[in-house]
């Protein structure tokens, strides 16, 4: 065991380990604790990790794959640059997209696809009640994932899909803000309610809100995180 991660001769699965290995470098950048251009050495995190290469550089790939970490061929990567505004700016976007998305799943979402996303919910209440972030982080994707595919549009889907893809890592972050978990699960309700209503402006705006509130949650997240923040 090494920075709470068991090896790979543990028998920790894989996926399992370049996923938790994913998630500790995207808090590390979010905050700053990894600034931009810092070096990221696939050896150097092995050994700090207690991991082989092979997870270490699936991770990399990942977060490249968001635009935190830039590759090189055969030397690892460096963390990308991105402002706080450039962060607040794709909020933005992905606002007024899922916006979009809820206002047509209100309509168009049949009832097995509505019984599908009220089962995602039910599931989140004891994961938010035992704080395990990781595992709502999870559920909070395949709940927006399931109102983008109830859009039965399938253009609009991929889209929505692409640029959350963009915001994946900070849209976990920002989960780790005070009683952000609890919160991102209540505008969910607030969300599914208007969806029971078959309001789909009053779930748009609901919506936006929510995104909206998960930008503001991973400001006050990066400021008090950040080296030397209070």
């Known amino acids: 065991m090494a920075n709470g991660f068991e090896t790979e001769d543990d028998g920790d699965d894989r996926g399992l380990l370049s996923d938790r290995i994913r998630n ?10 990894l ?3 810092a070096a990221l050495d696939e050896q150097q995190l ?9 997870p270490v550089r699936e991770a990399l790939r990942q977060l490249a794959a968001g635009g935190l970490v830039e590759l090189r061929a055969r030397r690892g990567g460096v963390v990308a640059r991105m402002t706080p505004e450039r962060i607040m700016e794709m909020f933005e976007t992905v606002a007024e997209i899922e916006a979009v998305c809820v206002r047509l799943a209100a309509y168009r979402m049949t009832p097995l696809e509505r019984s599908h996303l009220i089962e995602l919910h039910d599931l989140s209440e004891p994961i938010v009640e035992a704080g395990n972030f990781d595992a709502y982080d999870s559920l909070n994707r395949q709940f927006h994932e399931a109102i983008y595919h109830a859009t039965h549009n399938s253009f609009l889907a991929e889209q ?15 989960l780790r803000q005070g009683e952000r978990l609890r919160r ?3 505008e969910h309700e607030a969300i599914m309610q208007a969806i029971a209503e078959g309001d789909g402006e009053m779930a748009s705006r ?3 809100a929510h995104m909206l ?17 209070v």
């Open 213 to 229: 509130n998960a930008a503001t949650s991973l400001s006050r997240f990066i400021e008090t995180n950040k080296p030397g923040g």
């Open 160 to 174: 929505a899909i692409a640029v959350r893809n963009r915001l994946n890592a900070f849209r976990r972050t920002q």
């Open 206 to 208: 609901r919506m936006r």
């Open 184 to 186: 991102s699960r209540d």
């Open 46 to 54: 092995a050994d700090r990790f207690g991991a082989s290469r092979t």
């Open 24 to 33: 500790a470098l995207t808090d590390e950048i979010a905050t700053g604790t």
């Open 35 to 37: 600034a931009a251009g």
